[in-house]
Structures are given as C-alpha cells and as structure tokens.
C-alpha cells in the first residue's frame, strides 16, 4: 500500500522559517454537507460496521451503516415532527455516548444547527450558550440535568423543548416523526450546503465568557477528509487490523467532535466510554480493544503514573523505572543500536506490554491534543510500541492544524500542517493558521450570523511558536501567559508545567513570576498518586495538612523542580514552590472543561500562597 506523505512548502524571511503550507490530499465538497454522510454509506456499503455499542450486560454489539442511517432517518422525522425548522439550533447536553453522534447526525438531517454543552457545566455557562445560541430545544443526558435546565428557563423564552435521553427521548422522537413523509428529511437536507452552519462550539473560556465559534459543513470536510487521507492508510498498513477506536473525549469539545464526523465519514468501527474515571476506561478499553485512540496528555499520564504505581507495590519499582529510561531512550533515537533493541526486547512483556493492555492490547496509535504531552511521555509510549502523534488546533479550526507525520515523529513538536493547512509566524511569534477547516467567524448573537475574524484568512490563535526548516511546529506558551520577571526576562511557563504535571505525585502545576524577582510555582497532589506513596511509606495516619509539610515529600517534589530546572535558564527556573492541600478542578472554577488552568482564578484565588513565596520561604502548605 502506497501512503502520501505531502511535503511541506516552506517560506523563509531573514534566514527564518516564518511560514510552512502543505497542499490538501482532497479537492473541497462542492455540494451536500454532513447530513448526508451516514445515508451515503448506507447506500455504499450497508452491512460495514461503523459502530460497537454497549450493551446492558457489558458486552459491545455492532451497528451497521443501513441500521445507523436508519435510526438518524428516523429521529430526523421527530425533530421536523416537533415543528423545528431549517437553522433552528438544537442543543445537547451530554456525556460521550452513541445517543450524543446519533442526535447530532439526526439534527443536521432535518436542517438544524447544533450546540453542544459540556455535561459538567454550571447554572449559568449552561443559560449562556442556550440564550447566546437562540437554541429552541434541547436534549440532556439525565433528569439532573434536565432540572438544571428548567430553573433557567424563564431566561430562555425561546427554548420552546427539552428532552431527556435517559427518559426515552430518541424512542420519543422516533414515535413522533412516525407520520412526517421520508421526502421531508430528503427536502430539509437539499437545503444544505458546504457553506451551511453545522453547528456552535463554545470555547471554555479560560478567563471571560465562551464565544461561539461558527462551523461550517465545508470547515469538517475539510479537516476530516484530509485527515482521513493522511493518517487512514498508515493505520490500515501498519496494524493490519480495521481500524476502530473508543472515543472518550467529550463530544462538546471540539476535538471529540471531530473524532466522530471522521469516524463515520470513513466508517471506522467508533465506540463511545462516557466515564474516564480509571476503573470505569479501562474496563470500556479492554472490552471494546481499538486499535487507535484519540486522547489528551491526562489520560496517557494516568496510565503510565498507574502502571509506575503498580510495579512499586508489588517491590518492581527500580525494574520499571530502567524499563521507562530505556523506553525513552528508544523513543528518542532514530537508529536504535543493537544493544537498545535488545534492552527493549528484554522489557516487552514485563513492562511494555502491559502498558498496551491497559489500553485494550491492540492499541499501536495514539493521537493526542489539547495540551503538550511532553518529550519524556510521547518517547516512553513511542518505545514501548505506541507511536504517539501529537496535534495542535484550536476551536476556531475543527481541531487539528498540525499533526505528526506517521513515521516522522521529532519530539518537542506538534507535527507539520495538516495538508490543506498553512501556517504562519508573525513578527511578535504568533502562530497564525489557514485553511478549509478554519471558522467562519464568531458567532453574533444579535444578528443571528458569525462575524469575519480578518479579511484575509489567517486566524491569530494567541500561541507563540516556531518552525523548523522541515515545517515541524513548536509551540512555547501562550502570548498572554509569557511571564515577564521584574529583570525584564521573558518566560514561558508551559515547558516547566508539561513537565512537573507528569510527575506521579502532582495534581496540577502553574509556574508564576510576571513583575516579580524570580519564578515560583503552585503545585497541587494527584490524589491518586499520593494514595499510593502514603500506603507504600506507612503514612497513612497524616491528615493532609500535615502531610504536605512532610519533609521526605517535599524532599521528592524538589527533585521534580530541580529536573524541571534543567529544561530552562537559570533566570527561567523555579526559585520556590508551594504546595496547595486543595485540587483545581472544574468545580472548583480553576479548570475549563478540557482541563486548561484558569491561571486568573488560581492566581486570586491563591494570592496569599503566591505572596508567601516572596516572603523567604522556599516551600510552604496552604494554611
């Protein structure tokens, strides 16, 4: 099998890469939109298998094309039953589950718009999107979150309905639209186009409120058939099994979003896992077996800090750590020597393989986005058989503008374009993007319309970055997040975070130092890491307050900053940390649902931990 791996055009201004475009492996959809997709493989290949749905005793049945296409028909007759009509925006409100791709399909089929809301979103964020949107009805998972919807309704006079999934709603519609003629479907799907609006994805918002951003039908064919043609044919050469992958990321976010239109588009066998808490992954992982996953840095993290803690207690912990370094190490080189090969071979089924049956046992790739996941993880997993292919992309751009390119990884960057995208550094370092997958705008409340971000195509996204003279991608922080000490040095805080965060024994981590001396951090515990080392050292009894002012464990953290330390400057490098007895969380207002820190909340949330650390002490517990 032939695989197209298209080459970067570079641009160079003063010696330096400022711009790298690669050319789309696809021509544009000149006509249809995504309403189409699931009948259009009804009618292409009706027995393939495009879905594993769970079943009540636990086990994974198959859908078909015609089944799922059918059951899509049938719901869009419910909607057009229920008098929505062509642009109507249809909310949904749920975890990752088949009902959730099944509606959003449905929708589009009788000519709305959706809007999704992340499931763990408050009172208000959830009045937000549904007054910003103009949405006229909703569907929510559960009956919590249907009375969550209902105490805001007297702000909503337009939400003229509201379903709730557990209560039967997709049998409701389907009973609905029982008397509305096929040709209604057929007529509301004529309507639409490349250039219709899909849908209107909320940014989380790390400071602000979300702003809507507008995708079109045309924006996700453009990012999910190039994507599809780029990393298909690999998946299918290298595995030599049909593709399938559990999606666990949330479909409100942009990124699961994409992950389903691409999976459908390409009938690819997609399963949902609503739940990423450990027990409930890992259990959905081994049943349903994919073969590839999409996921963000966390989940990888907590399988490897799982798999560290695991050969800890049962006396393993120095083999697996040699395992990790070799693992690495194979990861890193380009040409492993006969003695690195080897090493690897030694550790494959002592530590190696059981990482791959933690994430089903067929799993050989891995995509990860929405933050960095670090050198040292993507070259373990790369060593130990799980070629990791780090993205970059934004709301704004349907996900992914740049991807690593199968078998060209180069760690410490985001991959090269995505093919039908460009990408530009400004002069202040701003990543600028381009292409058939960005946005068409902001959506404008007023005037029902998204506004033009620029008249030229290129979307700012806020990052600052560089490329290399192949095209890879380096993102190196945030342009509002660029810490500026009181010695004028300039400091990007991700490097230090990628890398603390990864550590088995922290929660979360934000580097700090704008207008002052030297650069400090806030460090929280992961809970389940911290479990674990207070069985293994007998300090079960220690209230936490206590315990976070135990010498041996700050003694362990300090190593971790002082590894960090090492990445950066000495100017750039952590002077003092405090460590936090309580967790950031998206309760507790500290993360976006996609797990960003809000570093304006914990910075005044913690204003007086944060001044503590300029006052002479080198690491202190929040009182």
């Known amino acids: 099998m032939s695989v197209i791996e298209p080459q970067p055009r570079i641009t160079l201004v003063a010696g330096a890469v400022r711009e790298a475009s690669v050319p789309a492996l696809v021509p544009p959809v000149p006509h249809g939109s995504l309403a189409d997709v699931p009948f259009g493989n009804a009618a292409v290949e009706p027995e393939a298998v495009v879905f594993g749905r769970k079943r009540a005793d636990g086990g994974w049945g198959d859908v078909t094309a015609s089944a799922f296409a059918a059951e899509v028909h049938a719901a869009a007759k419910g909607l057009i039953a229920a008098g929505l009509q062509p642009g109507d925006r249809l909310a949904l409100m749920a975890r990752t589950t088949y009902e959730w791709t099944l509606l959003d399909f449905a929708a589009w089929a009788a000519g709305l718009v959706t809007v999704p809301v992340y499931p763990t979103s408050s009172a208000f964020q959830t009045r937000w999107i549904l007054q910003d949107s103009g949405a006229v009805a909703c569907v929510v998972e559960d009956p919590a979150q249907g009375r969550l919807v209902s105490t805001e309704r007297r702000g909503l006079p337009g939400l003229a309905h509201l379903w709730v999934l557990d209560a039967g709603a997709v049998d409701q519609l389907k009973r609905a639209g029982e008397r509305v003629p096929d040709e209604a479907v057929t007529a509301r799907r004529g309507l639409l186009g490349p250039e219709t609006l899909a849908t209107l994805v909320y940014t989380s918002g790390t400071t602000g409120r979300p702003k809507g951003c507008a995708l079109t039908h045309g924006n996700f064919f453009a990012e999910v058939d190039n994507a599809i043609a780029f990393l298909h044919p690999v998946f299918r050469e290298l595995s030599k099994e049909a593709p399938a992958t559990l999606l666990f990321l949330p479909l409100a976010h942009v990124f699961g979003r994409m992950v389903a239109i691409g999976c459908v588009r390409a009938r690819v066998r997609l399963g949902h896992a609503p739940?990423?808490?450990?027990?409930?992954?890992?259990?959905?992982?081994?049943?349903?077996?994919?073969?590839?996953?999409?996921?963000?840095?966390?989940?990888?993290e907590k399988v490897y800090n799982s798999a560290r803690a695991t050969a800890e207690r049962s006396g393993r912990a120095s083999s697996f750590d040699r395992a990790a370094r070799v693992a690495q190490r194979y990861g890193h080189e380009d040409e492993p020597s006969l003695g690195l090969r080897a090493a690897r071979a030694l550790y494959d089924p002592l530590v190696y393989r059981r990482i791959r049956d933690a994430l089903g046992g067929r799993v050989r790739h891995v995509i990860c986005g929405g933050s960095p996941l670090g050198t040292r993880l993507s070259e373990f997993y790369s060593g130990a058989g799980i070629d990791v292919y780090e993205g970059y992309g934004l709301t704004e751009t349907c996900a992914a503008s740049t991807v690593t390119p199968p078998r060209r990884p180069?760690?410490?960057?985001?991959?090269?374009?995505?093919?039908?995208?460009?990408?530009?550094?400004?002069?202040?370092?701003?990543?600028?993007?381009?292409?058939?997958?960005?946005?068409?705008?902001?959506?404008?409340?007023?005037?029902?319309?998204?506004?033009?971000?620029?008249?030229?195509?290129?979307?700012?996204?806020?990052?600052?970055?560089?490329?290399?003279?192949?095209?890879?991608?380096?993102?190196?922080?945030?342009?509002?997040?660029?810490?500026?000490?009181?010695?004028?040095?300039?400091?990007?805080?991700?490097?230090l975070e990628d890398w603390l965060r990864a550590h088995p024994l922290i929660g979360q981590c934000l580097v700090l130092g704008d207008n002052r001396p030297y650069i400090t951090a806030l460090l929280t515990l992961d809970q389940e890491g911290l479990v674990h080392w207070r069985r293994m050292r007998r300090k079960d009894h220690l209230p936490i307050r206590q315990l976070a002012r135990d010498e041996e464990l700050l003694g362990v953290l300090q190593r971790a900053v002082d590894e960090a330390n090492r990445l950066v400057s000495r100017a750039e490098s952590i002077r003092a940390f405090r460590v936090l007895t309580t967790e950031w969380s998206e309760a507790s207002g500290h993360l976006t649902p996609s797990l960003k820190l809000r570093r304006a909340a914990v910075l005044r949330d913690f204003a007086d931990d944060v001044e503590g650390m300029y006052g002479g002490e080198d690491a202190a517990v929040t009182p």
Not at 279 to 298: K, N, Q, S, V
Not at 441 to 460: H, I
Request: glycine share 14%; proline share 7%; aromatic share 10%.
């Open 410 to 495: 180069r760690t410490g960057t985001v991959g090269r374009p995505l093919p039908g995208t460009a990408v530009r550094i400004a002069d202040d370092g701003e990543v600028w993007l381009k292409g058939g997958h960005v946005f068409a705008g902001y959506w404008d409340a007023q005037r029902g319309v998204a506004l033009p971000f620029n008249d030229e195509g290129w979307f700012p996204t806020g990052d600052l970055g560089a490329l290399d003279e192949d095209g890879y991608l380096r993102i190196t922080g945030r342009k509002k997040d660029i810490l500026i000490t009181s010695a004028g040095k300039n400091v990007a805080p991700a490097p």
């Open 275 to 300: 739940s990423i808490e450990n027990g409930d992954l890992l259990a959905d992982l081994a049943g349903f077996r994919p073969t590839f996953l999409l996921a963000i840095p966390y989940v990888l």
